[in-house]
């Protein structure tokens, strides 16, 4: 948990959680016949904000070493990118091994989560924000949807992937029935009952997002051929009913929330040094914070941190961080030197970290290629894993590693390049909506809503000159008010869409760069005063 929050530096503070199942099963011997399962049940999280929560010093000295952690493990993983760029040279076509693995596991990957509830409480406001899930599901298939595993190792014919979501809701509850005063085992247990399935609709939510589902169809091409009507990849989404609503208490309290997260960020600095007590009464600890934090901010870096004892204790740090970590990488160190690691590496900052692990690396390096001399390399001592392959690490047989190898298609002779025919479509993305609708309410009774039905859009990319072709179409649309309707088709019984039509980047057979053709059916529009001014209120 506190990775997390030191990755993305959120001002809330992580109450309560559980995780109820977590799994991962990847047959390695047997990925042409057996399906990739990552499953994950029961996961309930409770948070509040960091000011409602006692300070830990422990906590906020673990907080920032992972946040530090993270932000060295990014430079690193941005230098390796860098470095694997200039390795690839021109071999931009082929497929490296991971990447064929890859691509092996997603052909029979199987993804289950069930039972999801993320809660946000404010003990100060009364008011509570949830996620709920009841089930995501996704799995292979065949051409008739059926669930199915590929066991040819998926040299022929197309992936078929089926995903569905059932009862993703989004919840402002004001006021809200707060858990957090509660034991840990009852918060979990009111957690998981809150989570919003068919068979508990909990009505006492407010919801912003009303229960909805989809289904997502996902069809791959990963062979080599072109076929003029079967794109390298399908995407088809489809919603029966997407329902949003907004409430003018939900609307308060999130100018409130987000003017309170602002000033929790602020606060968090100066945390360690709050007195923790009213200021009624207690004037001489608020006095000492308010001198704490002028001194340590304003005064203390001018006075302290440019005295020659401070820059050569610096100097010390970095030069003792630098050779224990280079101890690290080439040998093994004591646990009392991993432990000053650990110190150094508090007391640094980010950027002088980074530099220290970039000599550390320079003089590891030096030290490995002085140790693997001709010498060494005549009798085997030079660096045994440079041309061992991930198969030979598994510790597989020669049969089961030319078995892996046709599984995952690994091939030296893999096409550089392909071209392809003028209006092939690569990808293909396909949105279906019964129904679109946003309501807007003050608690009592509805104002306003505005729904769109029937709405239908694909989005067809062209490799061929990078065009884009977009054709949409909107059967009907409408808005009332509490009293009246505002806007209307003006045939309602027409079956003619309101609205259809199409926009070509880059068309080929037209001399343009953008294409725009549309259609309008024409509606009724009312001006109501009174909804205007109850929007406004």
Known sequence: MICVQAKFDLPVFVYAGLIGSLELQVPWKALWSAPTKVCVEDLVLLVIPKDAAP??????????????RNMLDAVKEAQERNREKEQAGGKDGKQTWAESLITAIVKNLEIKVKNIHLRYEDPESGYSIGVTLDELFATTTNEMW?????????????IFKLAKVSNFTVYWNNPATLLFNLPQHDIEKELMNLIVTDER???QHKFVIHPMGCVVKIIIDP?????????????????????????????????????????????????????????????????????????????????????WETIKQHRDNCREYTALRVKE???????????????????????????????????????????????????????????TSVADRFGLTMDEKDTLYQAIEQSEAAA??????????????????????????????????????????????????????????IQTVYVVSDKSSILTP????????????????????????????????????????????????
């Not at 300070?55 to 530090?68: G, P, T, V």
């Not at 769109?452 to 179409?473: A, C, D, F, K, R």
Request: charged letters at 25%.
């Open 55 to 68: 300070y830990s010093e422990e906590k906020a000295k673990l907080e920032e070493r992972q946040r530090k």
């Open 146 to 158: 059926k669930p199915t595993v590929l066991s040819d190792g998926g040299t022929v014919g197309r």
């Open 201 to 203: 609709p909990n009505d």
């Open 223 to 307: 062979s080599n051929t072109v076929v003029m009507d079967m794109p390298k990849a399908s995407l088809s989404v489809h919603f029966t009913s997407l329902v949003t609503e907004v409430r003018r208490t939900q609307y308060l309290d999130t100018m409130i929330l987000l003017d309170h997260m602002e000033r929790g960020k602020k606060k968090q600095a100066f945390a360690k040094w709050h007195p923790g007590v009213p200021i009624l009464g207690n004037s001489m600890p608020w006095w000492n914070y308010l001198y704490r934090y002028c001194y340590e901010t304003r005064v203390k870096r001018k006075v302290v941190a440019w005295r």
């Open 329 to 387: 990488i080439t040998g093994k160190p004591s646990l009392n030197e991993l432990t000053r690691i650990t110190e150094l590496f508090d007391v640094l900052d980010i950027v002088n970290i980074t530099i220290c692990e970039q000599n550390a690396k320079v003089e590891s390096d030096k030290i490995a290629a002085a140790n693997s001399g001709w010498f060494s390399s005549w009798w085997g001592g030079g660096n045994s894993n440079a041309n």
């Open 416 to 473: 550089s390049s392909q071209i392809y025919p003028e209006n092939y479509v690569k990808i293909k993305l396909k949105l279906d909506v019964d129904k679109v609708s946003f309501k807007l309410s003050d608690d009592v009774k509805l104002i306003a809503e505005a729904a769109v039905q029937g709405i239908t859009s694909e989005l067809g990319i062209i490799p061929h000159g990078n065009g884009i072709h977009l054709h949409y179409q």
């Open 490 to 537: 003006t045939d309602s019984q027409s079956i003619v869409p309101i609205a259809e039509g199409e926009i070509r980047m880059n068309p080929s057979d037209v001399p343009a760069d953008i294409l725009i053709v549309s259609k309008f059916s024409s509606v009724t529009l009312i001006f109501d005063m009174n909804l205007i001014n109850s929007v406004i209120d």
